[in-house]
Each structure stands twice: as C-alpha cells, then as structure tokens.
C-alpha cells in the first residue's frame, strides 16, 4: 500500500476541508486507514481511523463530532471531513495503513506525505 495524502489548505474559523487519502497500491481494503496530525513543536497524534470496510470508527474527542472519517474501497481512497475548524486544528495532517483498528501510531506504516491544513481565526 502507498498512500497519498491531499486536500489541504487555508480556511477560516467555522470553515470545512475534506482530505483525501489514495492508496496507489492494490491492497487498500485489505488495511485500516488511520489520519494523524502534527503541529509545529508537537508529536504526531491520532486524529480517526476507520475500519477496512467502513462500518466502524473511531475519533480523538477534540474532533468528535466535527470531524468525519469514511473510505471508498472501489476508489482505493479514504476521506476526513472536517467541519467547524478551529486554529487549534492547524498541523500537518498524514494519513497510514495499519493491519489492527488501532490508535497507536507505532502500529501504523505506508505513512503519505502529509498535507497542511490551516485555520485563521
């Protein structure tokens, strides 16, 4: 699996993004999918992940219920919606495949080149 981080951006306080994660492989489904984040002078944390077929998820609190995480097996893509962005939100925002539905970063590899999201107040 290589993954593809993409959708970033600009926006403002109270906006939306949607990031893009393409798997370039052919084993997609076969591999959880899990988004991280890493702002300056702080370690990479755990954001969503989704399961291999979608039916499960799991989030960090700060972006429960602002934040949606989904995939599309048939596009070997997966997706996070984000909504209602604040500042703090702004990092550089990877996503990585995992064999286990996991939030430990250590578990997860095929890390993508990451994508900047920024929120200006």
């Known amino acids: 699996v290589q993954l593809q981080a993409s959708g970033g951006g600009l926006v403002q306080a109270g906006g939306s993004l949607r990031l893009s994660c393409t798997d370039s492989?052919?084993?997609?489904?076969?591999?959880?999918v899990g988004w991280f984040r890493q702002a300056p002078g702080k370690e990479r944390e755990f954001v969503a992940v989704?399961?291999?077929?979608?039916?499960?998820?799991d989030y960090v609190d700060s972006v429960e219920g602002r934040f949606t995480i989904s995939r599309d097996n048939a596009r070997s893509t997966a997706y996070l919606q984000m909504n209602s962005l604040k500042v703090e939100d702004t990092a550089v925002y990877y996503c990585?495949?995992?064999?286990?539905?996991?939030?430990?970063?250590?578990?997860?590899?095929?890390w993508g080149q990451g994508t900047q999201v920024t929120v200006s107040s």
């Open positions: 989704v399961s291999w077929s979608g039916g499960n998820t």
């Open positions: 492989g052919r084993t997609f489904s076969d591999y959880v």
């Open positions: 990585a495949a995992s064999s286990q539905f996991t939030r430990s970063r250590k578990l997860y590899s095929s």
